[in-house]
């Protein structure tokens, strides 16, 4: 059974700063690994798909990482902004294809 | 750019009542999901379906839980006597291929059993 674990659960930062976010996952045999953006009350953006064949995934100031050997995969914001803060969801398939598993998120504060 | 929309964005029931919550995914999207996020926990897997049916369902997804396509934009899902426990955001979401594209979500509706 698929296990998703996000650190750290909140981080705060001053405008400006490049921070990452980890995510690891138990069964490293995916075929992908998603993140996503959660606003409050609101749905899930898809951020970024990085597919198990790549090891990097880009889209503008964002940056994901994945290295299926060791369970981990990274997301980097550059230049952070107070538009960012929102909470970031990684997931990763869980059986088949069809079904993700996700962690907790990492709570992102970006003070202006 | 198309999106999954999802409606009421809130509904509020009685312990015991029948809701149904609905969805209309992205239209050239094939496979169609259903997760729900309970107040201050993960998002959690529901059901997925493919081809007007099941393709796979999680042990939260018991025989109160059904969903339906009806036409050829809507699928829903029915919750036929809610428990005070069913209290959650659902969303629906929708993908063309997996695993090869991404997963799209709606906004949710938030379901408040009383």
């Known amino acids: 059974k698929q296990e998703v674990t996000q650190i750290p659960a909140a981080l705060s930062v001053p405008e400006g700063e490049n921070l990452v976010l980890n995510c690891s996952f138990t069964d490293s045999a995916i075929y992908n690994l998603q993140w996503f953006r959660q606003d409050p009350g609101k749905g899930l953006t898809s951020l970024l798909l990085?597919?198990?064949?790549?090891r990097e995934q880009t889209s503008g100031r964002l940056n994901a990482s994945l290295d299926k050997s060791s369970g981990r995969s990274t997301l980097y914001i550059a230049a952070s902004q107070p538009g960012d803060s929102a909470t970031y969801l990684c997931a990763a398939p869980s059986g088949s294809a069809r079904q993700l598993t996700f962690g907790s998120g990492t709570q992102l504060t970006v003070l202006p | 750019e198309p999106e999954v929309t999802q409606t009421p964005s809130h509904q509020v029931t009685q312990m015991g009542q029948e809701v149904i919550l609905r969805c209309v995914p992205i239209s050239n999207h094939l496979y169609f999901y259903w997760y729900r996020q309970i107040l201050g926990q993960k998002v959690e897997f529901l059901v997925s379906?493919?081809?007007?049916?099941?393709?796979?369902k999680s042990e939260i997804f018991d025989d109160q839980f059904s969903v339906e396509r009806p036409d050829g934009s809507n699928f829903t899902l029915k919750i036929r006597s809610t428990k005070l426990e069913d209290s959650a955001m659902y969303f629906c979401?929708?993908?063309?291929?997996?695993?090869?594209?991404?997963?799209?979500f709606g906004n949710g509706t938030r379901l408040t059993v009383t």
């Open positions: 990085i597919q198990s064949s790549q």
């Open positions: 379906f493919y081809n007007n049916e099941i393709s796979e």
């Open positions: 979401a929708s993908t063309r291929t997996p695993p090869n594209s991404p997963l799209h």
